[in-house]
């Protein structure tokens, strides 16, 4: 099983909402900040939205007030509820951990915003 699974992506027009799934492996879940980082085309990876262990969350400036990271920790996923979705939030969407030394990565779901 891959440590981390995303799931949720699709096509959306303008203005609407989706909500992104990771389900990550019980081994790395644990006490362990979560992110949601995107990439969009010819751009690089940036950080989208962080929860810490305790529930603390930051997001970057572009999705605040727009998108909300929540995790439960009784099924060891992470979610992003993306609501007033605009044209540039096209992007493929990825789920992170970093536990200790190691970096561990989804294999991406996309979000295509219509306009």
């Known amino acids: 099983q891959a440590p981390l699974v995303e799931s949720g992506g699709g096509l959306v027009q303008a203005g609407g909402s989706l909500r992104l799934s990771c389900a990550v492996s019980g081994s790395i879940f644990g006490a362990n900040a979560l992110h949601w980082y995107r990439q969009a085309p010819g751009k690089e990876r940036d950080l989208v939205a962080s929860?810490?262990?305790?529930?603390?969350?930051s997001y970057a400036d572009s999705v605040k007030g727009r998108f909300t990271i929540s995790r439960d920790n009784t099924k060891n996923t992470v979610y992003l509820q993306m609501n007033s979705l605009k044209p540039e939030d096209t992007a493929v969407y990825y789920c992170?951990?970093?536990?200790?030394?190691?970096?561990?990565w989804g294999q991406g779901t996309q979000v295509t915003v219509s306009s």
């Open positions: 929860i810490t262990s305790l529930g603390r969350t």
């Open positions: 992170n951990c970093v536990k200790g030394f190691n970096a561990y």
